[in-house]
């Protein structure tokens, strides 16, 4: 089963089960992939987390619920995973810009559709990666475990702590390791790293982490970072890993590798900054 049948499988299945308990783990299982890089896969290919999804589809069939039938306020918060009026009016009015009031009252309400998966799977496309196998290898950094639904906001903030606590040390971020080590959780660890050396000096809040030996699929990224690594990401899940017919992602890895972490900052807006994609691959 390729990466965009996998996608298909968790969107039918989340249409499905929406009003029932939804776990990351039971919509992950019913894809045949990891937790771990269906979490990454999905909010790669669609642009939001599994949880915002799952959260903006209820709440737009509630507003049409409301809308469109008599039943009550409470029965429909219950239905959709709000245990309290409180917490079902605030999420409410956040999605539609109305109250679950006013929009029994003829309130215009907005449509949250579900999700069709059309990935255009064809050959011919120029993608430059290498395959590298690589001993385990030893990383100090700041590393902090992360929920997948607003990861995106909380990255940047680890940068800023990185750097403030990295006065005085003599560690660069070479590194930015994304890992959940048995891709089960909803969770996962982010971490910004240096190698590690016996003599290196390190802040005390940062940690030693062995990545393990692994053949790693690099692709290369040059350019400004913040948009020469999401466009190498998403053509990674959505042409690489769809039309790979020899590898498949093999453990809950993901690192972003910087040629100049001295110079780091500088990548952000340099047209020839050099940096990669690591991935975990096993033959299929």
Same mark, same amino acid.
């Given at each position: 089963?390729?990466?965009?049948?996998? $996608?298909?499988?968790? $969107?039918?299945? $989340? @249409?499905?089960?929406?009003?029932? /308990?939804?776990?990351?783990?039971?919509?992950a299982?019913?894809a045949?992939?990891?937790?771990?890089?269906?979490?990454?896969?999905?909010? =790669?290919?669609c642009?939001y987390?599994?949880s915002e999804? =799952?959260?903006? #589809? #209820?709440?737009?069939?509630a *507003? %049409? @619920?409301?809308?469109?039938?008599?039943?009550?306020?409470?029965?429909?918060?219950?239905?959709? *995973?709000?245990?309290?009026?409180?917490?079902?009016?605030?999420?409410?009015?956040?999605?539609? *810009?109305?109250?679950?009031?006013?929009v029994?009252?003829?309130?215009k =309400?907005?449509? +949250?559709?579900?999700?069709?998966?059309?990935?255009?799977?064809?050959?011919g %496309?120029?993608?430059e990666? &290498?395959?590298? @196998? &690589?001993?385990?290898?030893?990383?100090?950094?700041l590393?902090?475990?992360?929920?997948y639904?607003?990861?995106? $906001?909380?990255?940047?903030?680890?940068?800023?702590?990185? +750097?403030?606590?990295?006065r005085g040390?003599? !560690?660069?971020?070479?590194?930015?390791?994304?890992f959940?080590?048995?891709m089960?959780g909803?969770?996962?660890?982010?971490?910004?790293?240096?190698?590690?050396?016996?003599?290196?000096?390190?802040s005390?809040? +940062?940690?030693?982490?062995? !990545?393990?030996?692994?053949?790693?699929? !690099?692709?290369?990224?040059?350019?400004?970072?913040?948009?020469?690594?999401?466009? !190498?990401?998403e053509?990674?899940?959505k042409?690489?890993?769809?039309?790979?017919?020899?590898?498949?992602?093999?453990?809950g890895?993901?690192? /972003?590798?910087?040629?100049?972490?001295?110079?780091?900052? &500088? *990548?952000?807006?340099?047209?020839?900054?050099?940096? /990669?994609?690591?991935?975990? =691959?096993?033959?299929?």
């Amino acid at each position: 089963m390729n990466w965009s049948e996998s $996608i298909s499988r968790a $969107i039918t299945y $989340i @249409e499905n089960n929406l009003t029932e /308990e939804l776990t990351v783990e039971e919509i992950a299982r019913h894809a045949y992939l990891s937790p771990f890089y269906f979490q990454r896969g999905f909010s =790669i290919i669609c642009g939001y987390s599994v949880s915002e999804y =799952i959260r903006n #589809r #209820r709440l737009s069939l509630a *507003g %049409y @619920e409301l809308f469109h039938t008599n039943h009550k306020i409470i029965d429909i918060a219950l239905k959709y *995973g709000y245990e309290s009026p409180d917490s079902f009016t605030k999420a409410f009015t956040r999605f539609h *810009g109305a109250t679950p009031t006013e929009v029994r009252s003829g309130t215009k =309400i907005k449509e +949250f559709l579900p999700l069709q998966v059309n990935l255009l799977l064809k050959g011919g %496309y120029v993608m430059e990666y &290498k395959l590298e @196998e &690589k001993e385990s290898f030893k990383v100090v950094g700041l590393k902090k475990n992360l929920k997948y639904d607003g990861a995106s $906001i909380e990255i940047p903030k680890i940068w800023t702590t990185f +750097f403030e606590s990295n006065r005085g040390s003599s !560690i660069a971020p070479k590194y930015a390791v994304n890992f959940d080590a048995d891709m089960s959780g909803d969770t996962f660890d982010y971490m910004i790293c240096d190698d590690y050396r016996e003599d290196i000096k390190v802040s005390k809040e +940062f940690e030693v982490v062995e !990545i393990p030996k692994f053949t790693w699929a !690099i692709f290369s990224c040059i350019g400004p970072t913040s948009i020469r690594m999401p466009e !190498i990401n998403e053509r990674i899940f959505k042409e690489w890993l769809p039309n790979s017919t020899d590898y498949e992602i093999a453990a809950g890895y993901n690192i /972003e590798m910087y040629s100049n972490p001295n110079d780091y900052q &500088k *990548g952000t807006d340099d047209e020839n900054y050099y940096c /990669e994609i690591w991935i975990p =691959i096993k033959k299929k």
